[in-house]
């Protein structure tokens, strides 16, 4: 079996802490971040992750859908506390978690939460990354095997050019020498 020649692979570029939140975010203004009583569930949820700088706020919603109101502002709350304290790393220490990192991270942590509730927002998510993964995966074999036919249909465009000029008498093997090129 033939071995296919693979270009490497590009390094991973980690992002940065910054370049994982949404641009309009403030650190005072999180901090000074207060909501009012009469909003709905989703609102909540909704201002709890812009104030968290949050570019895609939707795992915040779940969260402060699944817990509650009270619950979710005392996790707000720590979560202010920490950043306030230079904030949290992430696991391998390479980089500050963004305080929405912060706020599922001590929602991860917090034995009030039942493993049934936890599961039930993080299930959903694992398994939307797992198709995610299975279409990218499905598109980089389709480009594979697009390039294989394409290097195939060469090999038979190049094979058909040397057995015409065979039969043409034509050798493939010496090119014009340079006085011929000069004088064409």
């Not at 909704?46 to 979710?72: C, N, W």
């Not at 065979?166 to 006085?179: A, H, M, R, T």
Request: hydrophobic share 35%.
């Amino acid at each position: 079996m033939k071995h296919r020649e693979r270009s490497p692979r590009p390094a991973f570029q980690q992002k940065k802490t910054a370049q994982l939140m949404a641009g309009e975010f403030s650190m005072d203004a999180m901090m000074a971040a207060e909501f009012a009583e009469e909003l709905s569930i989703d609102e909540l949820g909704e201002q709890i992750g812009a104030a968290m700088g949050e570019k895609d706020p939707a795992t915040v919603k779940k969260i402060v859908h699944a817990i509650g109101r009270d619950l979710s502002l005392k996790l707000f709350n720590e979560t202010k506390e920490i950043e306030q304290n230079g904030g949290m790393k992430i696991t391998d220490g390479s980089r500050r978690r963004t305080p929405g990192g912060v706020f599922i991270t001590l929602f991860k942590m917090d034995s009030a939460v039942s493993r049934e509730v936890k599961n039930g927002i993080f299930d959903n998510l694992r398994s939307a990354d797992k198709h995610r993964s299975k279409q990218k995966k499905k598109a980089q074999n389709f480009t594979r095997q697009l390039e294989d036919v394409k290097k195939s249909m060469d090999l038979v465009a190049k094979a058909e050019n040397d057995v015409a000029n065979e039969e043409l008498g034509i050798s493939n093997e010496v090119p014009f020498s340079d006085e011929v090129v000069d004088m064409i």
